[in-house]
């Protein structure tokens, strides 16, 4: 298999990335790797090699779908709920991410795992122009979480069909710098060159049946509240991009 030209084979490379689809025994061995590469248990990484399922009592409500509004809470203005600064993300980037590489050959030298993010049932990961697909595992599993509960909590409020999608993940310093020149809000200084931060459209929404119209805006605001819930939970921290129509999420643990 090949990467913007680097070649990826088994379900590890040099014990630092790590691929999904790979057998139970491949697994188990990127498991045992990353905890010597890293020092962490092997338990931190089991979640992400586990493909979690809907919480227990998850039932989409029977009857009519809502066609084109669902019930939404007023969390307040997106910009100043989720303003959390390009300081403070940056040092938890820092601390939990990869050392910034200049290209993806540069992933054999990491010093902490990466993991491929794919397409799935619980997010769609869109045509990447400035970012490759891999986060830090930790990055990955809150993604993962983020999909889900957007799926669980629509799921409840009568509605189903409709996944996130993640427009970039980790960026290169080189792939800033050409980014710059069309996105007034990528920075020298981005979090997504250590591959603990990923964006999520609030303005498009994957949905395979064209019969479906929820609101745009209150697909939005539901996500909203996904993401408000897990950063109480320290789970992340969050910037409202108008420009760019998306949500910075950056992962704190």
Not at 6 to 15: H, K
Not at 143 to 151: M, N, V, Y
Not at 215 to 240: T, W
């Given at each position: 298999?090949?990467?913007?030209?680097?070649?990826?084979?088994?379900?590890?490379?040099?014990?630092?990335?790590?691929?999904l689809g790979c057998s139970k025994a491949e697994?188990?061995?990127?498991?045992?790797?990353?905890?010597?590469?890293?020092?962490?248990?092997?338990?931190?990484?089991?979640?992400?090699?586990?493909?979690?399922?809907?919480?227990?009592?998850?039932?989409?409500?029977?009857?009519?779908?809502?066609?084109?509004?669902?019930?939404?809470?007023?969390?307040?203005?997106?910009?100043?709920?989720?303003?959390?600064?390009?300081?403070?993300?940056?040092?938890?980037?820092?601390?939990?991410?990869?050392?910034?590489?200049?290209?993806?050959?540069?992933?054999?030298?990491?010093?902490k795992p990466l993991v491929e993010v794919k397409?799935?049932?619980?997010?769609?990961?869109?045509e990447l122009t400035h970012s490759v697909p891999?986060?830090?595992?930790?990055?990955?599993?809150?993604?993962?979480?983020?999909?889900?509960?957007?799926?669980?909590?629509?799921?409840?409020?009568?509605?189903?069909?409709?996944?996130?999608?993640?427009?970039?993940?980790?960026?290169?310093?080189?792939?800033?710098?050409?980014?710059?020149?069309?996105?007034?809000?990528?920075?020298?200084?981005?979090?997504?060159?250590?591959?603990?931060?990923?964006?999520?459209?609030?303005?498009?929404?994957?949905?395979?049946?064209?019969?479906?119209?929820?609101?745009?805006?209150?697909?939005?605001?539901?996500?909203?509240?996904?993401?408000?819930?897990?950063?109480?939970?320290?789970?992340?921290?969050?910037?409202?991009?108008?420009?760019?129509?998306?949500?910075?999420?950056?992962?704190?643990?």
């Open positions: 298999m090949r990467i913007n030209g680097l070649r990826i084979s088994g379900g590890i490379v040099v014990a630092g990335l790590i691929m697994k188990e061995s990127g498991v045992a790797a990353i905890s010597e590469t890293s020092g962490k248990s092997e338990a931190v990484y089991e979640e992400y090699f586990t493909e979690p399922e809907f919480p227990a009592g998850f039932r989409i409500k029977s009857g009519p779908r809502h066609e084109d509004r669902v019930p939404v809470n007023n969390i307040g203005r997106l910009a100043d709920v989720f303003n959390d600064s390009n300081k403070y993300q940056y040092a938890y980037a820092e601390r939990l991410g990869i050392k910034p590489i200049e290209s993806l050959g540069d992933a054999y030298f990491v010093n397409t799935n049932k619980f997010y769609v990961v869109d891999f986060l830090v595992p930790e990055a990955a599993v809150l993604l993962r979480t983020i999909g889900r509960d957007f799926i669980d909590t629509l799921g409840h409020r009568g509605a189903d069909g409709y996944r996130i999608i993640a427009t970039s993940l980790l960026r290169t310093p080189q792939s800033v710098k050409s980014l710059r020149r069309v996105n007034v809000n990528a920075t020298d200084s981005s979090t997504h060159k250590f591959g603990t931060t990923f964006d999520i459209s609030y303005t498009r929404f994957a949905c395979a049946d064209s019969t479906r119209t929820i609101h745009d805006g209150d697909l939005k605001n539901v996500l909203a509240e996904v993401l408000l819930a897990l950063r109480k939970q320290n789970r992340c921290m969050v910037k409202f991009e108008r420009k760019t129509g998306c949500f910075h999420v950056t992962v704190t643990r």
